[in-house]
Every structure is written in C-alpha cells, then in structure tokens.
C-alpha cells in the first residue's frame, strides 16, 4: 500500500459513489412502472399480430388480442394504455374516427372489459381516419382549423362515451382543447380529463410512426400546424394557452430532443406534465442495440430517467414493459 498524505481543501463526492445502497440513498430521480404509458395500435380484423418493422418489438394488434396484452401491462405495473386506431375505410373528414363502432371505440370497450382497472386513454385526432393523411379538414391543401374542432370534440366525446377514462388531443388545432372541454361538459362527462399534447414539434423523429399508424400524409407536410422546433418560447405559450382552455395535464413531444423545454415547462407551470418518448427515439435505441453499440437495458433507463430528471410526471414510451421489467 503507498501511503499518501490526507488532502483537504475539496469536496469529496465520492463518499456517496460507493456503493450501490449509497447511490440509492441519495438518489435525486427515480423511475417507476406507475410513471410509463405504453402506446398501442389497433387495427381491423381477428387473430391480427403485426410486426411494425421500424419498430421492433411493437406490433398492431386486433382488437380481439388486446385482453392478453392488458393484462401483461397490468400485471407489469403499467397503469395505463395509449390507443391509436387503424381505421378499415378513410374518408375526406375521417369520420370512423367518432363512429360508434370504430375501431377505437370497440378497444376501449374490449380493454375496459377485460382489465376494468387500467386506465384507457385515446389520441384525439383525425390523421389516421383521413384519406390525405392530415389532422384535419381541408380546403384545397390547406388545413381548416375551426371546421375541424367540431369533429374532434366528436370523437372524444365517443371515446368517452365508449369508455375512455382519458382524452389526449395531438392535432394541434388552436383551440382544440377548449373545443373538447365544452363538449365533454355539455354532454355530461365533466370528471373525464384531458391530456393536451401542448407542445407538439414537427419532428423527423415521427417517422417510424407513419408506418405504425398508417397516417402519412398525401402531400406536404405538418409544419403548418405542428410547432418549430426552433421555438422554445412559443412553446411555453402554447402549453399556458392549453392550461387556460381546460387542460389537466400537458405535453411536450418529442421528449429527448426537447429536454430543454421540458424542463422550462417544469419551472414555469405547476399541472402534470408529460413527455412523449416517441417512435424515431425508441427506433434508434434498437437500432443501436442491435448492433451491439449499446447496452439495452442501461441505456434505455438512463433515457428514460433524463426525462424524468428534466420534470415529466408521466412518460409515454414503446419501452415501458421492457423498463417495468427491468425495474422490478
């Protein structure tokens, strides 16, 4: 042993570094099954199981196997689903997407059948349901917003009326969320929530999605409705904005790209906030750890513990059974 004189002068962080009890002790972020929502998409037919190739590990699902899925989420310690509809016939306004028996409507009333306790929670948009592929009504290649806050507020209130214990808008439609409230009131529904994908940014990391989903668009693009990603202030006004028109808790999509303005959210606004881990981030993970770049399960809870550190309450992710079981 060399024997070495004892500096002083310095702090000694170290002392808490040693051994894992320690770490765990002095912890400041911690992840939790109960903190994920685990997307899921469901398409028409029976005995349907389909591997979403820029997505491995995920699948759209009919809705006749959802019961043996949520049940793997429940007993993962997952409290709750995301739904996105397949939709079998597009139309110019997409209207399976309030139709009693569309398609998300007969999963929330399989999903509530099956695990009555897991919280169902439904994406509210048109993109899906639309033979252009975009979020709303058109006219010419434009985008409508105000005709198009009727037929949100429509299928969220279907979705409610089917069983939804959670409304989450995506489209990003000025006033949607208010549109939504109302409609939800009127028809009696006042204690449902609404979770507003406030800051939703016209990303390259929803590519995968496009696949998952079937909701690419037929000409142009999103960024006529969807935000900047260059724009962080705006962001802040938009999520107030949400705040004002009756959102219980709002969020901030992509998360990875917009810790920074994931965490200005956390400073400034005291409601729930979320963070929508999305396609592009989970599909480079896989990506990485399929050529052996990355350690799997290190680098997806180091992910995942960023977004909580940066102030998500809750964190939408494709990983969260994968996480969950890791975390046990």
């Avoid at 949400?242 to 994931?262: C, Q, R, S, T």
Wanted: hydrophobic share 45%; glycine share 8%.
């Amino acid at each position: 042993m060399i024997a070495t004189a004892t500096r002083t002068g310095f702090t000694r962080f170290r002392r808490l570094r040693r051994k894992e009890p320690l770490r765990a002790l002095v912890r400041e972020t911690t992840l939790d099954p109960g903190d994920f929502i685990y997307p899921i998409f469901v398409q028409p037919g029976r005995g349907q199981e389909t591997p979403i190739s820029a997505m491995p590990g995920q699948c759209q699902y009919s809705v006749d196997r959802l019961p043996a899925l949520a049940e793997r989420v429940a007993a993962a310690g997952v409290p709750a689903v995301l739904l996105f509809g397949i939709p079998e016939h597009k139309d110019e306004l997409g209207s399976e997407a309030w139709a009693e028996h569309g398609i998300v409507q007969q999963a929330v009333r399989e999903l509530k059948r099956a695990v009555p306790d897991l919280l169902v929670v439904t994406d509210i948009c048109l993109c899906e349901y639309t033979s252009h592929g975009h979020c709303g009504v058109l006219a010419g290649d434009q985008v409508e917003n105000d005709p198009t806050l009727d037929l949100l507020a429509r299928t969220a209130v279907s979705h409610v009326e089917a069983g939804a214990d959670l409304v989450a808008p995506s489209d990003m439609m000025d006033g949607r969320v208010q549109a939504i409230r109302q409609a939800l009131d009127l028809a009696g529904y006042q204690h449902v929530p609404v979770m507003a994908y406030a800051a939703k940014f016209a990303s390259a990391f929803y590519g995968p999605f496009r696949e998952a989903a079937g909701s690419t668009p037929q000409f142009g693009d999103r960024r006529g409705y969807q935000m900047d990603p260059g724009n962080g202030r705006e962001a802040l006004r938009e999520i107030a904005a949400d705040i004002e028109e009756g959102a219980d808790i709002v969020m901030v999509k992509p998360a990875l790209p917009y810790l920074d303005v994931l965490a200005r959210a956390r400073e400034e606004f005291r409601h729930p906030l979320a963070a929508y881990h999305v396609s592009g981030e989970y599909a480079m993970l896989k990506a990485a750890v399929a050529n052996g770049w990355l350690d799997e399960r290190r680098a997806t809870l180091e992910t995942l513990t960023s977004i909580r550190r940066a102030g998500a309450d809750v964190i939408i992710t494709y990983c969260a059974l994968e996480a969950a079981a890791w975390l046990r």
